[in-house]
């Protein structure tokens, strides 16, 4: 069972903008780490953007620079995915996963069951 819910996911024009959110409030245990990731169809698995410590540390994928903005809102215990200029090889399906900062960075324990993106040319 899925502890992180994805919401916010539709079908838009390229030049169109989503944002995704993932409550995190069936989370047991709190955690310092979360990331958005994506998958397309034939594709590898994509980390697209990463927050931890408490939003200091923030980081994305070249291919969103600019265009994505990630932040979270502890008091409603969602992660949100602000994406603007979507483009069409942004289709895919998106996934929010925490965890804890470790020796190796963000081990992720918990992970949602996506929402999809799509974006038409």
């Known amino acids: 069972q899925a502890q992180l819910v994805e919401s916010g996911g539709g079908s838009v024009q390229a030049g169109g903008s989503l944002r995704l959110s993932c409550s995190t409030a069936g989370v047991k245990y709190n955690t310092n780490c979360m990331n958005w990731f994506r998958q397309a169809p034939d594709k590898e698995r994509e980390g697209v953007a990463h927050?931890?410590?408490?939003?200091?540390?923030?980081s994305y994928a070249d291919s969103v620079k600019g265009r994505f903005t990630v932040s979270q809102d502890n008091a409603r215990n969602t992660l949100y995915l602000q994406m603007n200029s979507l483009k069409p090889e942004d289709t895919a399906m998106y996934y929010c996963?925490?965890?804890?900062?470790?020796?190796?960075?963000?081990?992720?324990?918990?992970w949602g069951q996506g929402t999809q993106v799509t974006v038409s040319s």
């Open positions: 927050i931890s410590t408490g939003g200091r540390i923030i």
């Open positions: 996963a925490a965890g804890w900062v470790g020796p190796s960075g963000c081990q992720y324990q918990y």
